[in-house]
């Protein structure tokens, strides 16, 4: 049995980040209930190919990865708690076999991320923070380039979310210094632009979140062509609503700059 394909790239949706940038559009209810028909298909692959390959530390971080993806449509916290120790479980397994796998590393911060949102506001889910920091610190270690940039990617998304100190570790500083990373090793890959685009925003600096979005812009039509198939229509979706909202966000500064 060949390992499921994976539904995306994944996003980094992690504790406290990234809702979509504007509200979904009417229409994408019945989108959003297709790709979680997917996500659900997707995850009982993964779960009886690790059931016939329990050895297999790749078949574990694939669970691990499919865990996540459904845990994005989960329809109440309870579910999405369990797919996350699912997938958290996943994962230690894979690790047990192969200390040094950096997918294993990832998806496991990806499935603490999950967990932290079940459980927020509490303060468990705070500390998972740093168990979520620690793990997408080994991958990056690893594998920087892995996902995309996913490990430098989703360091800069939880420094840019999450609370400051001392609080948490939320910090500006080492959001840019990520976000940049993540962009300059994987620059043709829409999430980077947009991250970084959406970042400048939120701080307040149009002007690199501008010159963000010419990038992006630059790249798209190549990005449309090579990122193809089903497993990247969620990712797209996404996209393109993300982008709308910043295009829309930044007219709205200019038209009213004095």
Same mark, same amino acid.
């Given at each position: 049995?060949?390992?499921?394909?994976?539904?995306?790239?994944?996003?980094?949706?992690?504790?406290?980040?990234?809702?979509?940038?504007?509200?979904?559009?009417?229409?994408?209810?019945?989108?959003?209930?297709?790709? &979680? /028909?997917? %996500?659900? *298909?997707?995850?009982?692959?993964?779960?009886?190919? @690790? +059931?016939?390959? #329990?050895?297999? $530390?790749? !078949?574990?971080?694939?669970?691990?990865?499919?865990?996540?993806?459904?845990?994005?449509?989960?329809?109440?916290?309870?579910?999405? &708690? /369990?797919? %996350?120790? *699912?997938?958290?479980?996943?994962?230690?397994?894979? @690790? +047990?076999?192969? #200390?040094?796998? $950096?997918? !294993?590393?990832?998806?496991?911060?990806?499935?603490?991320?999950?967990?932290?949102?079940?459980?927020?506001?509490?303060?468990?889910?705070?500390?998972?923070?740093?168990?979520?920091?620690?793990?997408?610190?080994?991958?990056?270690?690893?594998?920087?380039?892995?996902?995309? !940039?996913?490990?430098?990617?989703?360091?800069?998304?939880?420094?840019?979310?999450?609370?400051?100190?001392?609080?948490?570790?939320?910090?500006?500083?080492?959001?840019?210094?990520?976000?940049?990373?993540?962009?300059?090793?994987?620059?043709?890959?829409?999430?980077?632009?947009?991250?970084?685009?959406?970042?400048?925003?939120?701080?307040?600096?149009?002007?690199?979140?501008?010159?963000?979005?010419?990038?992006?812009?630059?790249?798209?039509?190549?990005?449309?062509?090579?990122?193809?198939?089903?497993?990247?229509?969620?990712?797209?979706?996404?996209?393109?609503?993300?982008?709308?909202?910043?295009?829309?966000?930044?007219?709205?500064?200019?038209?009213?700059?004095?």
């Amino acid at each position: 049995m060949p390992l499921p394909t994976p539904l995306r790239a994944q996003g980094c949706a992690v504790f406290l980040l990234v809702a979509l940038a504007a509200a979904a559009a009417p229409g994408q209810t019945a989108t959003n209930r297709t790709f &979680a /028909a997917r %996500a659900e *298909t997707n995850f009982f692959q993964a779960q009886k190919l @690790l +059931a016939t390959q #329990p050895g297999d $530390a790749a !078949a574990a971080w694939q669970l691990g990865r499919a865990s996540f993806d459904w845990a994005e449509f989960a329809t109440n916290e309870t579910q999405r &708690a /369990a797919l %996350a120790q *699912t997938g958290i479980a996943a994962c230690r397994q894979a @690790l +047990a076999r192969e #200390p040094k796998s $950096a997918p !294993a590393h990832y998806y496991l911060a990806m499935n603490f991320g999950q967990l932290a949102e079940a459980e927020a506001p509490s303060i468990a889910a705070y500390k998972l923070v740093k168990e979520i920091e620690r793990e997408f610190k080994a991958a990056d270690e690893l594998d920087e380039k892995l996902d995309f !940039a996913g490990p430098p990617r989703c360091l800069g998304l939880l420094y840019r979310d999450a609370p400051g100190w001392p609080i948490s570790i939320g910090s500006k500083r080492k959001a840019r210094e990520f976000l940049e990373r993540a962009a300059a090793l994987a620059p043709d890959f829409p999430e980077n632009q947009l991250n970084l685009a959406e970042s400048h925003l939120r701080w307040h600096q149009p002007g690199e979140a501008e010159k963000a979005l010419k990038k992006l812009d630059a790249l798209w039509p190549a990005a449309q062509t090579n990122l193809v198939g089903e497993g990247w229509e969620q990712s797209w979706d996404e996209w393109r609503t993300r982008r709308t909202a910043v295009q829309a966000e930044l007219q709205k500064i200019y038209k009213h700059a004095p």
